[in-house]
């Protein structure tokens, strides 16, 4: 049986859970507090060196990190990674996206404002420009969006869980998603899909 390492709040986290709970297959769940340094302990670091979260174990000493890596492994041969050579590099230019222009600018606001308890100087000064950036990220999907029901094809595939993850709850991060009607329905969308779980999910029956 799989093993995810994982911290709860983590929309990169989700993003495996996720995938996981919509293919069905048991996976058991440990839980990392990355606030409380966790995941730089000798026994984690162990197992990836980056000191990160998510991690998969696929079996005893074989582990997988980065979440789009997840999903693309977990993805293969199943609904949710296409047939088309065109349709798959597709799905991997908006995984690139999600990784370059949209994660580091709506989960790291989403991060300060939720889960520290202080901004520092840095933090005070970088958080209006991250969200300027986040807004931008929003506007390349809203776009995109508007004449395509899925990022893939009309497909929902794992292009949409990796946006997902983070864009459903970047009003926790200060936006304001009222402004991207595409966007929204999109959201609903993939909430409806089948054996879809909310980011608050931490325990699965199989």
């Known amino acids: 049986m799989y093993r995810l390492y994982d911290y709860p709040p983590s929309g990169n986290g989700y993003k495996v859970r996720l995938l996981l709970s919509q293919l069905a297959i048991p996976f058991a769940y440990v839980e990392l507090d990355i606030l409380k340094g966790e995941t730089r ?22 582990y997988l990190a980065e979440s789009n890596a997840i999903l693309f492994y977990l993805a293969q041969g199943t609904a949710f990674w296409p047939d088309n050579k065109l349709a798959q590099t597709q799905v991997l230019s908006w995984l690139f996206f999600e990784q370059y222009s949209h994660e580091p ?55 949409d869980i990796a946006l997902y993850a983070y864009t459903h709850v970047a009003h926790e991060g200060g936006f304001d998603l009222t402004r991207f009607p595409s966007i929204q329905r999109w959201l609903q969308d ?17």
């Open 41 to 62: 302990t000798p026994d984690f670091l162990a197992k990836n060196p980056n000191g990160r979260i998510p991690l998969l174990e696929l079996e005893p000493g074989h």
């Open 105 to 159: 600018n709506i989960a790291t606001p989403r991060f300060w404002l939720c889960h520290v308890p202080q901004l520092n100087t840095y933090q005070e000064t970088a958080l209006p420009y991250k969200q300027e950036q986040g807004y931008q990220a929003l506007a390349v999907m809203e776009q995109h969006l508007a004449n395509h029901r899925y990022f893939v094809a009309d497909h929902y595939t794992i292009a």
């Open 190 to 206: 993939v909430a409806s899909q089948p054996n879809h779980v909310p980011i608050t999910q931490t325990a699965f029956e199989f």
